[in-house]
């Protein structure tokens, strides 16, 4: 995955992310904190929303497949499983995932990085999104959801 | 036209390849499940769906279609339900 711009910002002077405005009008503005986070959840949940933001490589499936069989029921996967996990996908899957989703959807992942403020970590979102929807793919089908089937007058 | 058919027009037309492609691989999985156990009905309804979302690519689109226009029926009487606790 590609360095992140490194975004400086001091105060008083004009921010580096090219936006022209002073650091503290920009990407110094502490109340920007909220955006930033909601961003970098956005790019957590495209996923969610697109399907095409999936998993292909057999190895990366594989990770998926051993983390859904070692969650208990419908259990949340802990964050810090996740990023480990993320962290340990191929670099080819994951510019694979970023760069289809964001050819596709160009000027919003430009906004979504910049209001994120760090392209790294808006593409670490992405990546924990789409294994976290291999994960949950893979977990068993609630038993619930069968026997209303079972039920059904077809 | 009725709001339920534009839901469904609509649906049609949202519809890519990657959702059908989506509902092949979430069949795939669901297949490996299979038979559940004690539920004989459910599980000849699925093995049978799934099949034949995999053999057949406009049954894998229709399932498609068909879930989001679920998906947007549950949210819209989400909503109801919402608006109906809000109102009491």
Redesign the interface.
Known sequence: MREAPSLVCVKGTLCSCGSGRSSNRCHGDSRNEFARTQALAEARQAALL???V?LRAADALALAERIAEALSDREQIAEDVLADAAAAIDEREAHRLVSEWSAAYPDRWSSLCHTAADVDAAERELVKGALAAAIY??L??P?EL??E??LIE? | MALPDRIDEVAAALGRIEHVERVRALGGLLSRELPFRGLPRASAVLTESCTAAESDIEFARAVSTLSLVAYVRDVGSGHESLASVRLN
Do not use: I, Q, Y
């Open positions: 697109f399907p095409s999936r793919e893979r068993p089908t038993p069968v026997v089937l079972e077809l």
